[in-house]
């Protein structure tokens, strides 16, 4: 008898190494593997992983490399709004989750399998994001989905595994761990609680540097182009940023949520590249936009974070918000300034021909040049007409 054909979205971890031998010999199926690199692996690191795939038996095991399109597709539309959930959180792998599973969907359909099956628990939001874009691109597939099915423990799948001797270093999957270029998740007992902090050994970046330096970054039109003065494409951009900050344990921090599914949720998570060029690009919006440009971009740009963490990425609006965001930033040009320090950045000054501090017209707090003292004086009269009517009819006789 032929047996059914599944691809598992497989990194490695804990649970989609369980999957794998659940598929196989719960369910008796042919277990094909993917993992979708965003820019979080090394060539090595995906070596590894593959051998590891077909170390538990895998029919046949691929990378599929998405980096560069990931960028194109959301992370530039992230660094264009400034967006942080709940101003702490640049999602680093609700941006990514949904391009992976568009990716996986449709090499699921080019190899002809059954079922498509990923490993995600049923209390978190991945769930979600994995089966709404299996839904809409392979709506044909089976989604199998053990971890969540069976709601078992992390350490009841460290027992099941260990019936078929597989090795692993079980100390270390106590913790959860997804890495991508903008940025790496850490779950675990801590982040089941609300008052506990992930020690240090759990991030996979540790502080190597404590000398403070200097680092730059350039952008054109709102893409990062450039690092200490050397021209780099925005993924080497990123990844440079990355190497440099993340010697300094910069972009840690805990982010605390709403999941899609409505409960809270509290995520450890470093994301030093993503951290820096948000504020870094901040910076210089801060001194190349208009007051309204900002003002609308914010309100614009939450909404943006917020249909993409909850897997709307599909919906219409966001090409809309996305031309947008693209057209407020061409006058978004220049070079920010830094120093950095062991688990912060200070955001020293920019430097842009679009700098509207350079303006003749005038200087905050000094001297101005296009009008008058008495031109003050008339436009605050006018400017407080409106509240001096209401208090006029709002005040009462006592």
Known sequence: MTKNKVLLAFSGGLDTTFCVKYLMHELNMEVHSAIVNTGGFSPLELKSIEQKAHDLGVTSHVALEQTEDFYEDIIRYL??????????????????????????????LEIGVDAIAHGSTGAGNDQVRFDLAFQLIAPQLKIITPIRDLKISRQDEIDYLKKFNVDLPWEKAKYSINKGIWGTSVGGVETLTSNQALPESAYPSQLKSETPSQLSITFTKGEVSGVNGEDLSPVEAILKIEEIASAYAIGRDIHVGDTIIGIKGRVGFEAAASITLIKAHQA?????????????????SNWYGMFLHESMFFEPVMRNIETFLKDTQKNVTGTVFLQLHPYRFVIEGIESKYDLMNSEWGQYGEMNAGWSGEDVKGFTKILANPMLLHQKVNTSDD
């Open 79 to 108: 660094i264009y709004g400034n967006i942080l959930k709940n101003g702490t959180y640049p999602l680093s792998v609700s941006a990514e989750r949904v391009h992976q599973a568009t990716a996986l969907a449709k090499y699921a």
């Open 284 to 300: 210089l919006e801060k001194h190349t936009l208009s007051k309204w440009q900002m003002h609308w971009k914010e309100q614009l």
